[in-house]
Every structure is written in C-alpha cells, then in structure tokens.
C-alpha cells in the first residue's frame, strides 16, 4: 500500500494540475465561459475532499472518479452556436497540454511542427542529463521515478521472489561505496581470464590469447557481439522452427564514423583519451608499469584496425532486403566458405562447429557440423577471416579487451563511469550524467522486466485502457484493409492476401496476464539470483541467465503466445517473423493514450501509434513476408512495380529533409519507419470516422472551442512528436537511427495527407499541403 504522503501528493498534484489548467484555458480563451472555470473548481474541490477518504489509488484512478463525479453531478456546457464541450477532468487537463504546447504565432500550413510544439519546446529545455527531449523521454522518466518506488521497498515474502531479486540488484547497483572499495577486480579478472589487455601491460605474451575464446565468453556471459553475431530466432523462411544466425559484428561507434574518421575529428579525438585514459585507469590499478608512449601506439593501431573492421561490414542501407540475408548453410559449407580463403597466419581460421557449440554449451546445445544455419553478411565472413590474418595478434586482442572495458566499466567505479560520460558528452552533446538512482531503476527493469514490470502494472495500469485499446485494435485493422480496398494500384488477388494478413496479425497489450500469477512469474526466473554487494556479478549472472533461457528456444516449438518484451517500456513494436503488435502497458497513458479522454485525442495518439505498427507488416521489409512470417513475395509483377514506385517516392521525400547542420535524413534506412507513420496516421484518422459514425460526434474542448474534433485528433498526432534535441544527438540519430528525426515525423505525415491539408485549410503548394505528396497506405 502507498503511505498517506503518497495520496495527499497524488491529489495534490491533481488540484494543481487543475489550477494550472483553468489558468491557461482563461489566458488562452477571453471569452470562455465563467460556468466553465466553475466546473474546473468544483472538480479541484472534490479531488481535495477525496483526500481524506478514498483508499491509496493512482493519479489516474483518482482523476477518473472525479470525472464520473463531474459527469453525473453538472450538465454540459454549450456553445454559443449549440455544440457542447468537454468538462471532464481529463478534458480539462487534455486541453491545458495542448494550449501549453502549442505556438499560436506559427500558421500551420507553414510549419505544423512549431504550430502544435513551439511552445512544449519553449517550456522544455533539454535536461542537463540528457540529449535529447521528447515525450517519450519525459514518460520513460516518469516510469522509472515509480519503478524507483517499488526498488527501494523493503524486501517483502508477499512479493514474488524476482521482484525482491530486482529490489537486491538496485541495492547493490546504488551501494557506490561498496562498489569503490571491490574497485576495477571484477573487470580485471574478467580480462586476466584472456591473457590480459595488452597495451595494459609491461609484457605480454600472445599464446595467452585466443579471440574466439574471448568472444565466446562474451556472448555467453553478456550477450556481447564481437566480430561475430551469433544469435538464435524464428526461421525467416519457416517460422516454425527456430535456428542460428551467423551475422556481422556491432561496433563500438557509428559504422560511418569509423569508415571515414578524418570526417569526425572531435568525436575520433575523444574516442582515442577514452581508451587511453581507461588503459591508463586499469594499468595504475594493476600497477603494471606499462608506459604511456607504449598505451598510445597500440591506441592507434587499435583504432586504426577497428575502422577496417567497419569497412568491411554492410551499411544499414543495404541491409534492407531479407531474401539476400537469407543464406542457409550447414555449418560444414560455413566451414568450406571460410576455409577458402588464403591465408598466411593463423588469425582468424574459425572451427565452426566447436565455436558455435560452446556458446551454445552454456544451454548444453550441441552444434554439429550439419547443423543448418543462417548466414546473413557470406562476404563478411571471407573478409573477416583475410582481415584477422594480416592483422598483429597484439591488436586482436586490444580491440577485443577494449570492447569489453567499453561495454562493462559503467558497473565499476566512479572514475570508469567519468570516463565514458566524458566521451558520451562530445558524441551526445551532454552536459551531466544521469542520476545514479535512474541509472539503476533502469539496469534492475532491463535484466528482470517481467517482474518489475508486474509490480509496475500492479501499481499504476488500469486494467479499462487494456480493454479500450484492444478494441481500438480492431478499429485501426478495419481502417487499414479500408484503404487497401481503395488502393486503385494494387489488384484484387495482391489485396485479398494483403486484408488476410492484418487479419491474421497477432497483438498483446498491456502486460502478458501470466506475470500476476506469483507461481508463474518465479517459475520463469527459477535459478536467477543476486545479492545486495556484487553489482558486477548481479550484472553478469543476469545476462547469463537470460542467454541461457533464449538459447533454450533453438530446440523448441514456436511459441506465438510469448511476450518478447516486458510491459515497463515505453514503446511499441511489430515483429515480422510472428506478425505480431505489442503495446507494453508504460505507453498506454498521455499523451498516447488516456482513460476519459475524447477518442479523437486517443485515435490521434495511441491510434496513430497502434496504425503505425500494423503497416510494418507492409513497409518495405514487412511485405516481404507473409501472414505466418515467413519470407515470400506474394505480390503480383504490376502491384509490386507500382508498391517500389510508392515506396521511392518517400525515399526521395524523406531525404530532402535537412537538420540545421545542413545534414539530410537518410531515406533509404528510414523507409520502413517513414510509411509507417504516414499510413499509420492514415489508419487512425479513418478509425476515428468510424468511431464518430457510430457513437456520434464529440464535444469540444474547453479554450479550444475554436477547433474542430478533427482537428484536435491531428493536434493530438504532432504532440506526439514534440521533442528537441542536442546538435550532437541529432547528427547521430541521422547517421544511426532508422527513426526520423521528431520534427519530420510531424512535418512528413501531414503534408502527404490531404484529410489534414482540408481541415486546417492549407491550400495546395504551401508546405504542408504537397503537390508531390507520398502515399502507400
């Protein structure tokens, strides 16, 4: 139960929510009502009254009773031209969000983006902490301030046993002193079970390394991915069955930066003191004497050999057909393919099946030689061998310790921690490292998420929004097989299997119903465990644990029930090869989606959201595959012509889009995300007509009388996307992330969208309403 300080400040915040409400509606609208500012007091007053007699609840509960209160107790108020408004709660503090995020000044038909978030972005400076803004980040926050609430609770025998094993991982993962007394001993010992790191050494001796060694352990231990991919999912090709995945590496910067690193001369700069200075922290530590002219040769040597490793990897951009990265082998053909190629040392030769078998030994897998698997990047493989023999065994080995100090030094001392944020704030543009407590609340949900995620739905998820947004699922699929009936460029049979497909298209919402069940949830996590003083260990054990469960699924039946995220997570998510929609219970609250609020400002942002998930089934990767998941073209010749042709038109679209630096959106790796905001966006609005045609038109809201419910849903739509970002975390997102930038997200959707161009009245030519504007769905 919350303690009595909990509620009174949960209703408190809730009468100052309501004061600030009333105060910009009035500033906002002269001429509104004074009944209006009455039913706005009268609710602050019941909601202050309730303090002393409703039992602990969420704020959201809290505000939910007010508006059945509100409902029954005052009659609606009408417009001077007979339309009624709002006066709930929750319209009220809907309304007051969006009058405080809009910029009135802006005309839309210019720059919708800063019509509906000039003024968010005015009232939001970017925390010194983070690089970037948005409503994403300020619900992430909010999740983890709750999860903080349930971790820092007393160890409880009520609750299951994972969620006291999360409560034992914050408490050691907060412990700093204990922490700094254990030091960088973790660490070391982990890179003394490879012979060391190199450049942190008086001497060293070769023989004592051995990358796959090292890289096994890594994949085991951590989930780590160096030099190789090594994973396990569904068979993109028949989805009943799972297999390996043979694929290039990760890398520890940007792939464009690396191929290119005179192009990035502060990022390269603060790239090689980050791992000078870490050689230097774990050499004092161990007192090894080695010098400082010796730790900066092998720096260049390392950073030099890593950017001949990302110029033999395949960019994003081309990585985007799944039949070309689909390459099944028996691992005795990889042996063949990788044996081809000559060599003069022993570098990188590769015994497949003894590799591949002792990743999978950790879940006691055998991997024979004629397993079949799937290699995604054949060439890579080639190259990686030929690169690996022409380079010294010395510099192997410093990449392969440096990735590991780089991945694992944050959960060691102070001085590790500085030394990452110090490069992080040249490549993110930050200005303070994030809380420790954040950090933590974070780390504990990312390891056991199932069972944070269970007491965070225990304590702040309605069970109605999973309810409502199920039904709105329906809705939005209705709205995309709409549109595929009035594609005049597709055909009949090309439509037919397209309807079957979101038909067939598989959705979870909230939270899998099996994490409530205390049996259930400690059966999944039999054999994790943890302590309060070993944040290293906690770390590694965890990640263990949940490679061993994944790995486990090689040998099993496809299970098209199971959860692949947890509900404590503020996203959403389409997997093609399960045709499947999640919508984890941390986004289905404002301004995604809120209990009590009008359905045009929940299709707007949930709505929009829920469309933009389906069309992923039908981006330009998702039509690759059918209903079931499995890769096939089931598009007819002209159909598919015409879907490229679509397709390249937001192609071209999206990267004309520039940021202030001058650099353009990528379009070709932000394809699949841009069609499926602009048909996602779609979807919604046409839902939305279907929900006024058979529940009736809706009232408006209060300060904003002046819009229409439509337009509210396309000003629900853009406040989703009010965000701001430092220069640096931008020019990164354009060179990293499959997302556009939040402002083209905006600016993209509703300028091909001729509903938004007819209700904001943008006449065409102007720059939200395209003369040569892209539509698939």
């Keep these: 139960m919350e303690s009595n300080t909990v509620v009174l400040q949960v209703i408190w915040s809730c009468f100052h929510h309501l004061i600030q409400a009333s105060a910009k509606i009035f500033t906002n609208m002269a001429k509104l009502p004074v009944a209006t500012l009455a039913v706005i007091g009268f609710i602050a007053l019941l909601g202050m009254n309730d303090a002393y007699v409703i039992q602990p609840r969420t704020l959201q509960r809290v505000l939910k009773d007010q508006a059945r209160i509100t409902k029954e107790g005052i009659a609606p108020l009408i417009t001077a031209d007979g339309k009624a408004i709002c006066t709930t709660t929750e319209c009220v503090v809907a309304a007051a969000n969006l009058i405080e995020s809009m910029d009135l000044t802006a005309d839309p038909c210019q720059d919708f983006f800063q019509y509906a978030c000039g003024g968010w972005i005015e009232k939001h400076p970017i925390p010194d902490s983070k690089s970037r803004w948005t409503q994403f980040d300020i619900l992430r926050d909010e999740l983890t301030e709750i999860l903080k609430v349930i971790l820092r609770e007393e160890n409880n025998p009520n609750d299951a046993i994972p969620v006291n094993t999360a409560r034992d991982m914050f408490t050691a993962c907060s412990d700093t002193d204990t922490i700094e007394i254990i030091g960088l001993k973790p660490l070391t010992d982990l890179l003394a079970l490879f012979g060391n790191w190199p450049m942190t050494q008086n001497t060293w001796d070769e023989a004592t390394f051995d990358w796959k060694t090292a890289t096994v352990a890594g994949r085991r231990l951590y989930g780590t991915n160096y030099f190789l991919s090594v994973f396990n999912y569904l068979d993109s090709e028949n989805t009943d069955q799972s297999t390996i995945y043979i694929d290039q590496s990760s890398l520890a910067l940007p792939r464009s930066i690396l191929v290119n690193p005179s192009g990035s001369p502060e990022i390269m700069s603060a790239y090689s003191t980050y791992i000078t200075d870490a050689a230097k922290a774990i050499r004092d530590y161990l007192a090894t004497g080695a010098t400082d002219a010796q730790i900066d040769a092998d720096v260049l040597a390392m950073w030099t050999f890593e950017s001949e490793l990302a110029k033999i990897t395949t960019p994003a951009e081309d990585r985007r057909n799944i039949t070309r990265l689909y390459n099944p082998l028996l691992v005795s053909e990889v042996q063949g393919w990788t044996d081809s190629v000559p060599t003069i040392t022993n570098n990188g030769k590769i015994n497949w099946e003894e590799y591949l078998t002792n990743i999978y030994s950790l879940a006691d897998i055998t991997v024979p030689s004629t397993e079949r698997v799937i290699v995604t990047e054949t060439e890579y493989l080639k190259k990686l061998v030929a690169l690996l023999d022409v380079t010294p065994t010395r510099t192997i080995a410093n990449y392969i310790h440096w990735r590991f100090v780089k991945d694992l030094g944050g ?35 990312n390891l056991v998420g199932f069972a944070t995620g269970a007491k965070y739905v225990e304590r702040a998820f309605d069970e109605a929004a999973k309810t409502e947004t199920t039904l709105m699922i329906a809705n939005l699929k209705t709205a995309f097989k709409t549109l595929v009936d009035d594609a005049t460029w597709m055909d009949a049979d090309t439509k037919a299997i397209a309807r079957e497909k979101a038909d067939y298209m598989s959705e979870f919402v909230g939270y899998p119903d099996w994490i409530k069940d205390k049996a259930a949830l400690e059966a999944y996590y039999d054999g994790l465990t943890a302590t309060t003083t070993a944040h290293f260990q906690n770390v590694q054990n965890a990640n263990s644990f949940l490679n061993k469960k994944d790995f486990l699924t090689l040998r099993g039946p496809t299970d098209r029930t199971r959860w692949n995220t947890y509900p404590s997570i503020v996203n959403a998510f389409y997997e093609p090869q399960l045709n499947s929609i999640t919508f984890p219970a941390g986004i289905l609250q404002p301004p995604f989606y809120g209990l009590g609020r009008l359905a045009n400002m929940n ?36 159909t598919l012509a015409n879907y490229l042709e679509r397709a390249q038109c937001f192609i071209d679209q999206y990267s004309n889009f520039t940021v202030a630096s001058g650099s353009h959106v990528n379009g070709v790796t932000t394809q699949g995300e841009n069609i499926a905001d602009n048909g996602g966006l779609r979807e919604a609005y046409r839902a939305y007509n279907f929900y006024v045609a058979a529940n009736g038109a809706e009232p408006l809201l209060p300060g904003l009388e002046q819009f229409s419910s439509d337009q509210i849903f396309f000003l629900s739509y853009a406040n989703l996307w009010c965000g701001v970002e430092t220069p640096e975390r931008l020019e990164d997102q354009i060179l990293t992330d499959p997302h556009s930038p939040s402002r083209f997200r905006v600016i993209g959707p509703l300028s091909n969208n001729e509903d938004f161009a007819r209700e904001f009245n943008c006449p065409a030519g102007s720059p939200m309403n395209r003369v040569d504007d892209c539509i698939l769905w």
């Design 603 to 638: 299709y707007g942002g949930i709505g929009s959201v829920i469309g933009h998930e389906i069309t992923h089934g039908f981006d330009d990767q998702g039509r690759q595959s059918d209903k079931y998941g499995n890769t096939a073209n089931w598009w007819t010749p002209e």
């Design 411 to 445: 959960y060691t001392t102070q001085q590790m921690i500085d030394l990452a944020f110090a490069f992080s704030s040249v490549l993110y543009g930050t200005s303070q490292p994030e809380a420790r407590s954040t950090t933590c609340a974070n780390q504990a949900n």
